[in-house]
């Protein structure tokens, strides 16, 4: 592990060294959230009653654990969502046929190369002026805005998943006499899709994330909830930590299960299992799964 | 057709486009600036011998990289300038404009601090053996013989933490920047709903010229300083 590249086990005078170095540290550190805590004090930050405002019960029971709500349903929808368009499209971009590959190249490379901001406010106004029909708009544009960065990541976890398993497979398949579409989908994909779990667990960390755009929309998710109850009780400090502390767990959560099931299922598949890096950016499956084919990192 | 391309043409003489990608552009570079800066002394922490040091490096990164981006940029503009009052300029589009960096530069701080780490992590063990062997101690070893190495090996994830920042400049929105892309395609849209798609597709086009760039120039620069094992 990187901690361990640059020193080993440390002798009499190391050791001195990096006790005195942990005390100055320890106490640089917490000088400094002293410090911040001090500049909140003075500005009245920690009047009992704007914390109380932020953890009551009544905030948990009207704003943010409807918002929570809506931040999960959005979620849910589009993981599920992205999942689906991730395996077309990258199973389009391991076709054979020439057209259906380039196709689904150009769609992945411009949802990846897309900011989810500019998608999500174009998706709102242009539902909320072709489509009035939808009843919940904000949610819609959510939710599609998220389906397609995220879908198009996954489709690039699908194809480098593909190309990291062992050439052996493909050609066994050949070997008994499937088709190459066959080989795909019946020996491939499988593995490919097992390797790839802990990536999609990590890709979950963004669609979370992300979600919280939908508050740019007036989507009533957490964030904006927040934004609601601390416009009432004038305490946005207050509400933003309480906000950022559950996403941070949710998050770190997704992340500990991630990297529990990328162990878990190393055994389980012949191609390497990998966590994915949680990032929200367009290449870091590429880049980071690494061996994939082509150019992983556009 | 005609129609279509005379939209376009309209559309660049009566809104500053290019301006708001100008907007972007500048967003990203001090931002990146900052967040190399600071997330090299991250990730110098995280694996440094002192405990204290390396457990505040994890801290942060836990917490800044679970935290949606957004939250942060809402942050700077609810908490520090309304609520604390700390305005960093007499112009309040200033004022705004640095908190929109400082919110993009601590949060991909955090990535880039992994992306440093992920390149130590290229660096044989052996490499640090041989410096300590000649007598470097920590400090020295990390300047001379690990780090040159670790950024050659972290230029990849770099690049995608370089893009992410670029794409995440348009959330500047939530920091009170009105002068970037989002904010102007949405204004642009409300005025000029009949050329929605043209609108969107002008911008996310304007994306995708920006970013693929930044994509094949760093995949071929990793691959060109890649250090030969």
Not at chain 2, 48 to 65: D, K
Request: net charge positive.
């Amino acid at each position: 592990m990187s901690s361990s590249v640059l020193f080993d086990a440390q002798g009499p005078r190391a050791r001195t060294a990096s006790a005195i170095g942990n005390v100055i540290a320890a106490v640089a550190v917490l000088a400094g959230l002293a410090w911040i805590t001090s500049v909140l004090y003075e500005k009245g930050q920690f009047a009992p009653t704007l914390w109380q405002n932020a953890v009551s019960a009544e905030a948990w029971q009207f704003y943010y654990l409807p918002g929570l709500q809506n931040t999960l349903r959005s979620a849910l929808f589009a993981t599920v969502g992205a999942i689906a368009f991730g395996v077309i499209f990258g199973i389009g971009r391991l076709s054979h046929n020439r057209a259906v590959r380039s196709v689904s190249g150009v769609v992945v490379e411009f949802f990846r190369a897309v900011p989810v901001l500019l998608m999500m406010i174009f998706f709102y106004m242009f539902f909320s002026a072709q489509a009035q029909w939808i009843s919940d708009r904000p949610f819609a544009a959510v939710v599609v805005a998220l389906i397609l960065y995220n879908g198009s990541v996954i489709a690039e976890l699908v194809r480098a998943g593909v190309g990291n398993l062992p050439k052996g497979q493909g050609e066994a398949g050949l070997a008994i006499g499937l088709t190459r579409s066959q080989t795909l989908r019946s020996i491939q994909l499988p593995q490919a899709l097992v390797a790839m779990l802990p990536a999609i667990v990590s890709q979950l960390v963004v669609v979370l994330k992300d979600s919280a755009l939908g508050q740019i929309i007036l989507y009533p998710e957490l964030l904006r909830s927040a934004q609601i109850l601390s416009s009432k009780e004038q305490n946005p400090l207050q509400a933003l930590v309480v906000v950022a502390i559950v996403f941070i767990i949710i998050n770190w959560l997704l992340t500990f299960a991630a990297h529990r099931l990328a162990k878990l299922l190393s055994s389980r598949t012949a191609g390497a299992t990998v966590e994915g890096t949680g990032i929200g950016n367009p290449t870091a499956a590429g880049g980071f799964v690494g061996g994939g084919p082509g150019p992983t990192a556009t | 057709m005609d129609d279509f391309f005379s939209g376009f043409a309209e559309l660049f003489t009566q809104y500053d486009v290019l301006g708001a990608f100008w907007v972007n552009i500048q967003l990203t570079f001090w931002a990146a600036l900052l967040s190399l800066f600071l997330g090299t002394v991250l990730a110098l922490m995280r694996i440094s011998p002192i405990a204290s040091l390396q457990w505040a490096g994890t801290a942060y990164v836990t917490i800044f990289r679970n935290t949606p981006l957004t939250i942060i940029l809402t942050f700077t503009y609810l908490v520090l300038f309304s609520q604390l009052g700390l305005s960093l300029s007499e112009n309040l589009n200033t004022t705004f404009y640095w908190y929109a960096v400082l919110g993009l530069a601590v949060y991909h701080a955090a990535f880039v601090c992994e992306a440093i780490r992920s390149g130590v992590n290229t660096v044989p063990v052996g490499q640090a053996e041989a410096a300590r062997a000649i007598g470097l101690s920590f400090l020295p070893a990390a300047r001379m013989v690990i780090l040159p190495q670790a950024f050659r090996g972290a230029i990849a994830p770099l690049g995608n933490t370089l893009i992410a920042l670029l794409k995440n400049s348009t959330v500047a929105v939530a920091a009170s920047v009105a002068t970037e892309t989002s904010s102007l395609m949405r204004t642009m849209i409300e005025f000029r709903p009949d050329l929605m798609v043209a609108i969107f597709l002008l911008f996310a086009v304007g994306f995708v010229i920006l970013v693929i760039p930044i994509g094949l120039g760093t995949t071929w620069l990793s691959q060109r300083l890649a250090v030969k094992r």
